[in-house]
């Protein structure tokens, strides 16, 4: 098993940046690749950034610019530096660690709301 905890969200103003922080602990040996998902309200849960166990990272469209998804090794946390952020960045942000390739086995964080005034 694998738990993660998720810090850092909060209300800000638009333009403005702000942190998450996600802490793994457990059977982390097993994961190859962590990343963070949003879900507003009446939408479907959408990847955010993924980074991968060699470093490799994934950002959607959407964020690709303004969010940088890192992670230290020694901490066994994953952050999401979170810039310029818009209104329609508002969402519980959810940590995501995976384990797997052929049968992919996902764990979640509680989640962190996240919201952006205009």
Not at 15 to 35: K, T, V, W
Not at 51 to 71: E, H, L, P
Request: aromatic share 8%; net charge positive.
């Amino acid at each position: 098993q694998v738990q993660l905890v998720e810090s850092g969200g909060g209300l800000v103003q638009a333009g403005r940046s702000l942190r998450l922080s996600c802490a793994a602990s457990g059977s982390i040996f097993s994961i190859n690749a962590m990343g963070w998902y949003r879900q507003a309200p009446g939408k479907e849960r959408e990847l955010v950034a993924l980074i991968t166990t060699g470093g490799r990272t994934t950002y959607a469209d959407s964020v690709n610019g303004r969010f940088t998804i890192s992670r230290d090794n020694a901490k066994n946390t994953v952050y999401l530096q979170m810039n310029s952020l818009k209104p329609e960045d508002t969402a519980v942000y959810y940590c995501n660690a995976r384990r797997g390739s052929a049968i992919v086995i996902n764990y979640w964080g509680q989640g962190t709301q996240v919201t952006v005034s205009s």
